[in-house]
């Protein structure tokens, strides 16, 4: 009965984890990518979400403050997810798929270079929220100085990395090295996994007292 019941618990462990490829829903606005170690936060304008900015687009030192202030979790070091770096006066950059957010859009979510990711992607698109077609800061500002214009932004309606005037406004999704700690095993679970226990106990109550 042991090993029945401890397969019946993981059966019901799979089945709540929410797993896809390498994306995994912690619950609690989380969303945990195992290939970079890193956790997303599922709502991608969660600055808007939040009541910080009306509509989430931001200037780039607004939105590093932002993210810097950010507590949710539990956890308060959320930052700028990190492009490829570039050092030459490019307006744009497509190998991304090294970066944190190149590799969500183009590994995780199937997203397909010069196309919009809101009618190209694949079924973990699901997993998130409010992802906005357009352009999303990263946490530092282009090698070569551009005077205002060194806020490097990810497009993430053509896939490529551009810089933009700092003092522009536009979105931001914010990110944390690591996981999180994973959401407790639903109450239905508990429930399931106690009745298969009590029954076990009742059996073997049963059976003791036949023999007496």
Known sequence: MNKKLIAACVLVLSASTGAHASLIDRGRG??????????????????????????????????????????LGGYSDWRLP?????????????????????????????????????SNHNSNYSLFINIQDNLYWSPKASNYNYGPFGGVVFNINSGSLTYLDKNAQTYAWAVRSGDVATVPVPATAWLFASGLGLLSFNRRRTAKNIKL
């Open 82 to 118: 990190t492009t490829t770096p570039f050092d030459a006066p490019s307006n744009i950059s497509i190998d991304q798929i090294s970066s944190e957010m190149g590799h969500l859009l183009y590994t995780d979510l199937g997203f397909i270079f010069g196309s919009s990711i809101l």
């Open 30 to 71: 989380m969303i945990y990518d195992s290939t970079q170690n890193i956790t997303w936060l599922q709502d991608a304008n969660y600055a808007k979400s939040s009541g910080y900015s009306s509509s989430g687009s931001m200037d780039w030192g607004t939105a590093n403050s932002w993210v810097q202030s950010l507590t």
